[in-house]
């Protein structure tokens, strides 16, 4: 019999019942028993809705309270010791680790957060000392879980994230030196300990997952993988049966690595992503192993093509025969919404063409049965799939004559701004009259409850579109006051009319679909709600242009537009999977080239068009595709933003400081002004705009934007000064980290206070 799995589940629940649980927690507005049980309620409804389904393989240890590779950081007792001397109790320390901690006397900031490979789900970053030392947690979090649902009667493969991947996805404690593979042989017998242990709780398999492996590995990290499953092989019936998971790309360049999993059980590849990869990754399997066939999409939310998966699945089986295979998703469900059946006002036409998780778990279970009983087992399901297909190629959505013209007449002076900065920048500084170490804030100020209900009213019909634009505008109106009290130099409106950066901007224009219910979590108790880029993209209307030009209208200083660029809003949204992707950001780039066009029109002259997403959109390994995804990225940024005058300024933001890998695509953006994320990465980073002699403007936060944490001006101004080792005083502005729509403005007042004094501080000194 051919079996079904799943690699991992969503956790939020049906109505992101965990964000609303953990909120609830962290705002003591619940008790940790209360968390403790809704955390268990969501975990046993999971696997319910598998079972229900047919799922042959049901994961456990894939829920967590804010991040899996977080969970591991405590499963392994890798606190670092600021932490850990707190003595706070588990769960308390794990959410000071994922968020920081200001209360009672306790101050630490949270531990890194990066991007998850190319998802926008964040991991926080395990952090090594030199004293490094590893001990499996007592009560740990797999065995529990993996009990927990035995006893209500579900059998399941706990994941745990492997030792390879752990560690190569960790960096070195600041002022430390260890190299953090070194520490494999330190942190294997905690691994071998627990898989005794999940084997004496009763689990017959587990899921390892080493997803590193579809990156470019150094030498010792790729050498790391022998001795690691050397002595998991080693451990014989003593252990369950190993799956080894990788995913978001393909294996072939590490094909070498596979002989050290020999003395396991299988091996699961992403086959939506590299189906290419399937025939080497066959040929290198040891004679009874196991192939997990990962072809229904963990990423993306379109319907699976059965058809296709069919045939791959068939080519697999006469290779290894059908004892041999399994059908998978993917990769985990994390990063699709929990059910399609939420949705009440899609279009129909395209209502069937979607599949969310619990509809994915259904077509891996039908997959698997036509792979064991023969495809006439499943008629009904494939002809009903034939058919969704079909109507999608053939409609109206998906070929809009009009977009394919104007994409063909895009010529090669459309990317390029009239002067270079130089003469732009004198220009602008006229025109707009900036000081030195120019303050300004992202974009979005902060997102209240009382602006939630009245956007909610708006969305319901409770009150008129005129009653909703004077609230937005008296918003505005207080973000400017604030702005004004507080002495900023460039302002934003604050986004107060934006449910979200890239659904505001799918909502207004065609050939996106949004949804009700449809969110994935992107960092914590935060989700987010993917628009759905189902057609061809056209703007048939002006989007931004109302509320920044009313902000500008009652604004003494400059006010800064505020756009979502073009692979952003690819990036965030779920991607179609029938054209390719360089042809959807050309068209998004179009769209907003009017807007930002219109905007200077109307008398905006900065314009931000953010671009977070760029680096996650990079391919995972160095070479061709990385090169080619980064030309018409770039391409598409700058057609979107060079039909301005040069005296308009172009702002970019991005979330991250990390640009060695790329910096040469962040140059030719040719953006006049980059804000960046710095508050919680080296100032060192910095270097590399001095190294490559950089002329445009940079600010690198200086606020870390992603807690509570109200940043003292002696800190800030430590920042500064440690970024003017690395940028001209001239070239420096100062800034948040990013947006602040998830702060209140209790904390944001203070906090911008002691960021605006700390510019004029360093203004002064000039
Ligand atoms: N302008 C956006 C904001 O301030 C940028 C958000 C982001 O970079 N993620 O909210
Ligand atoms: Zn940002």
Redesign the pocket.
Known sequence: MVQSSVLGFPRMGVLRDLKKATEAYWADKITQEALIAEGKRLRLAHWKIQKDAGVDIIPSNDFSFYDQVLDHIQLFSAVPERYASQKLNILDEYFALARGRQKAGVDVPSMEMVKWFDSNYHYTKPSFSDSQTFALAQDAKPVREFLEAKEAGFITRPVILGPVSFLALGKTERGHSVEPISLLSKLVPVYVELLKALKAAGADSVQIDEPVLVFDLKPEVKAAFKPAYEAISALGSAAPQVTIATYFGDIVHNIDVVPAFAGLNALHVDLVRNPEQLETVIKALGPNQTLSLGVVDGRNIWKNDFQKSLAIIDSAAQALGKDRIVIATSSSLLHVPHTLASEKKLPEEVYQWFSFAVEKVKEVATLAKAATEGSESVKAELEANAVAQKSRADSKRTNNPEVKERLSKITPDLYNRKSAFETRYAKQRTHLSLPLFPTT????FPQTSEIRIQRNKFTKGEITEEEYDAFIRSEIDYAIKIQDELGLDVY?HG?PERND?VQYFGERLEGYVFTTHAWVQSYGSRCVRPPIIVGDISRPAPMTVKESKYAASVSKKPMKG?L?GPITCLRWSFPRNDVHQSVQAMQLALALRDEVVDLEKNGIYVI?V?E?ALREGLPLRSGKEREAYLDWAVNSFKLSTAGVEDSTQIHS???YSEFQDFFHAIAALDADVLSIENSRSDAKLLKVFIDEAYPRHIGPGVYDIHTSRIPPEEEIKQRISEMLQYLRPEQLWVNPD????TRTWEQVKPALANLVSAAKYFREQQ
């Open positions: 804030t992202i974009g979005s934003v986004e950066m505020m979502t931000q953010d977070p933001h991005f979330c990013c947006g602040l729509k």
